[in-house]
């Protein structure tokens, strides 16, 4: 179903901010080109937001590169402190850009995620944090952490589907998060009400979801995910991360359908898939359908696109 394209873009470390990474990749359509926003890495592993140019009919044909992170990291003790994520963008009928994205806090052995939201007023060159606190944070239905949304205005309700931390379990001496999917509701995209309603569930393998991205097509909910296992996961590609595929009726119910999905991890060593395939970002453009993903190091190695093809 899905034929990869080839690698769209890895930062070659020749700006400050932009030392490594990649990472959760979405697609933002303006009239004549298209952007890409993704998460990329300082020296000393803090996530920032940014974004490169693309022609649409070659994603890999980039036409600019932007030179500084879209989004600051929050002050001493705030959230976002120690990383940002860009998750979701969402247009607003005044012609502001809503970014919801996930808030990084280290701690001693491990992290924690909270999410956060951001406001354009240029058109997506530059955004500021809305509130100084978090939108959703640990709570009784994320008692561990949330993060990572795919958002959509739906009928008149905000609707959110994001991953939840439910649990660590110390493997190999470190403290491995495990993360399921669930659902949220709101009235005006900021107050979110967590309602329990657990979209995918931990089974023998899926451990840890993946940056859901959820769309809407002949009135049935669509979702590309990634999963993996816990244990050596980062060095097992058999534990890794894979694509996973799921549909719903009424956006809360979903049924896993894997099968269908259409695209996999690479069988060549070399490629830059071969060890995970993760973080996808489905989007259409004239009458196409297109996927961009990462692959190996959760971003290290950067993101490609794939287009469908029956």
Not at 8 to 24: E, R
Not at 204 to 222: M, T
Request: proline share 5%; with cysteine.
């Amino acid at each position: 179903m899905w034929v990869k394209k080839g690698v769209v873009y890895k930062p070659d470390g020749s700006l400050a901010h932009s030392q490594s990474h990649a990472q959760v990749p979405f697609a933002y359509k303006h009239e004549d080109f298209l952007r890409i926003y993704f998460s990329t890495r300082d020296s000393q592993g803090q996530s920032r937001p940014t974004f490169i140019d693309v022609e649409y009919d070659d994603p890999t044909q980039i036409r600019y590169i932007h030179d500084k992170p879209i989004l600051e990291l929050g002050g001493p003790g705030e959230y976002d402190e120690t990383g940002a994520m860009p998750s979701w963008f969402v247009d607003m009928p005044n012609g502001d850009i809503w970014l919801y994205y996930t808030g990084w806090n280290r701690t001693h052995n491990s992290y924690r995620l909270s999410m956060g939201l951001a406001i354009s007023h240029d058109g997506g060159l530059s955004f500021k944090k809305m509130f100084r606190g978090p939108i959703m944070d640990r709570s009784i239905h994320n008692p561990i952490w949330a993060a990572q949304p795919s958002v959509m205005y739906d009928n008149g309700v905000w609707r959110m589907w994001h991953i939840s931390g439910q649990k660590c379990e110390y493997i190999h001496g470190y403290p491995e998060p495990f993360y399921d999917c669930r659902y949220a509701e709101s009235k005006d995209g900021i107050h979110w009400t967590s309602t329990g309603d657990v979209v995918l569930a931990f089974d023998d393998f899926l451990h840890a979801v993946g940056r859901p991205s959820v769309f809407k097509e002949d009135g049935i909910y669509k979702m590309y995910y990634s999963y993996r296992h816990t244990v050596d996961y980062r060095t097992n590609r058999d534990q890794s991360y894979r694509m996973g595929y799921a549909e719903s009726l009424d956006g809360i119910k979903w049924e896993r359908k894997d099968d269908l999905v259409g695209i996999a991890k690479s069988e060549n060593p070399a490629d830059f898939d071969y060890n995970m395939i993760n973080y996808a970002h489905y989007y259409e453009h004239n009458d196409k359908k297109y996927l961009l993903y990462n692959g190996n190091g959760f971003g290290a190695s950067g993101f490609a696109y794939a287009v469908s093809e029956k």
